[in-house]
């Protein structure tokens, strides 16, 4: 059954490495597969682990490489998709910077490789087969660590000059507020991400506020506190976390009133593991600030501000539909 | 010489209305009016000042009304374009709200009317004919006693879904800041626009602060401290005027940079009484400020960040612009 249409869409986390094999006519996902990226291995390192992972989804789709158009590359960081070359990965290691990931790949594999950043990629993956569905323009926001975004306009990714477009998690949002993980202050990403949330929490805790996350970390022997400690916590009533999270949802409510106010939108999807982990419930804040901060109040349309719902395979399979539309062009 | 080039462009400002007869093919402005806009007299007699300007600038050009293609109007406000209705203009007073201006200019004009809203059209005006020339993707900024925008997307003026993109006063910059006239607070606007800078020069007064603004108000018979008022204090080395004038130029810089993250555009074009009155100078810290904040520092590529090039006229000249592509498509 070799078929144009099925491409193996991959997001390389700092954490998981995803894969599926993408029907990219109906976004039937016919295999996946999943594993620890072990970025301390290296680029070269996480390149063979990247391998297998793609081999794991065919097979566990029971087709064989030859059945596959190509493969759809989503990786954290700057890139020049024409290249093939990832610029650098913050979260990844040294190793990634201006790696020549297309080459590296295609050593191990018989088939077209391309690239795209991450987030766009996730993006990719909601417009075509998820919440933003249908839409023509629409701005996605991923919250986890830091916070990323795609944007699509008239239904097509829209890459900016420099490939560096929707870098929304450095948007101004508090001038001069806490510092960015990109050395400036007051970005969305240091008042609303996971991060922002984690800093809060641990200044609280170091003031000698109560709170249960201490204890959280020993029962799921983290260092750090993750969406799913957050979430707990949250949900257990944890005043600390609670005020946290309130304070990132207010940060993160004014981030999506100041991209409507740019960019009009039909639709802003909003995903990441924070999102994934708390739900529904999280955004009601954010909605809330959003109309109360966005200039057109009054029109009878409103943009509607949705949560993702491919969940940790968005990415992966945004890879595929854009590996899919690039060799359509070839 | 009849011509299917030639439209008049008029751009209905608070204070003044400009008219513009221009030949779209090369942008030569072939005539040209000006007049006070006086909205005191209520939309129907603003109706017929905006006709007699449309007339002098076609006398002025001397040709015909037949000679004309149509005309094209920016206003100050949300508009439906299609409808040909203006929904409110605060600047010009509630008998403005749900206006049906196409209709109300056709009566006294034998002419296809179409209108946009103002800053749209100063930076379609911009695009084809001023600064932005020759670039795909630009977003233009008019810092005045608001601050407006217009985004240029794939070289074609980018509306958004309710027609409301671009609205880059209000844009969250300073959270839980200075109040804006919209009503929320932190916005750019509220922050960088002559109405800022105006309120804290008024602020430091209060505080019994010494300062050459209230000479100058008597010098020019204003109750407003004007750009003009602004200018000359500035250069005159005022303290109270330069530390106003370098907060709104911060800010305008932190603006800049959140919409560079978020679009990635080619340039950014800044526009508006201040910018023209105070001229290059004014922009050095402004692109200081951006540059600190953009996320792409490394790339070979920087974005433009560059002053308007039509002045007064910008708007009209977008508006003949803009009348010119539709009424081609019609």
Redesign the interface.
């Known amino acids: 059954m070799p078929s144009g249409d099925l491409v193996v869409g991959v997001d390389v986390g700092g954490t998981s490495l995803f894969a599926a094999v993408v029907d990219t006519c109906n976004g039937k996902v016919l295999g996946k597969a999943k594993r620890k990226t072990k970025a301390e291995q290296g680029a070269n390192g996480v390149v063979r682990r990247i391998v297998k992972t793609i081999r794991e989804s065919i097979q566990e789709a029971d087709l064989d490489i030859k059945n596959l158009r190509g493969i759809g590359v989503g990786v954290p960081g700057?890139l020049d998709p024409e290249k093939g070359v990832v610029?650098r990965c913050v979260n990844l290691g040294e190793s990634w910077t201006n790696f020549p990931l297309v080459e590296a790949l295609q050593e191990y594999l018989p088939l077209p490789v391309v690239i795209e950043n991450d987030v766009n990629a996730g993006a990719v993956g909601e417009h075509t087969y998820g919440a933003g569905r249908g839409s023509?323009?629409m701005l996605a926001i991923f919250v986890g660590t830091g916070i990323g975004?795609g944007?699509i306009?008239?239904g097509k990714l829209?890459?900016?000059?420099?490939?560096?477009?929707?870098?929304?998690g450095?948007?101004?949002?508090?001038?001069?507020?806490p510092l960015c993980s990109?050395g400036?202050r007051?970005?969305a990403e240091a008042?609303a991400s996971r991060s922002a949330i984690e800093r809060d929490i641990r200044n609280a805790l170091e003031r000698g506020a109560d709170s249960i996350v201490p204890r959280l970390l020993r029962k799921y022997k983290r260092t750090s506190i993750t969406s799913r400690i957050i979430g707990e916590a949250y949900e257990s009533g944890d005043k600390v976390t609670r005020e946290a999270v309130r304070r990132a949802q207010?940060?993160l409510g004014?981030?999506v009133?100041?991209?409507v106010?740019?960019?009009?939108?039909?639709m802003i999807v909003i995903g990441g593991g924070l999102l994934e982990r708390m739900g529904e419930e999280y955004l009601v804040p954010v909605r809330r600030v959003f109309r109360?901060?966005?200039?057109?109040k009054?029109?009878p349309?409103q943009?509607r501000v949705v949560r993702a719902e491919l969940g940790d395979f968005s990415g992966a399979m945004g890879a595929a539909v854009i590996a899919q539309r690039r060799l359509a062009q070839i």
């Open positions: 700057p610029f023509r323009d975004g944007l306009i008239d829209y890459p900016g000059v420099r490939h560096s477009a929707a870098e929304v450095h948007m101004v949002i508090l001038a001069d507020g990109c400036a007051g970005h008042l207010y940060y004014l981030l009133a100041s991209c106010n740019l960019l009009d939108p039909e109360e901060h966005q200039v057109n009054n029109s349309f943009p």
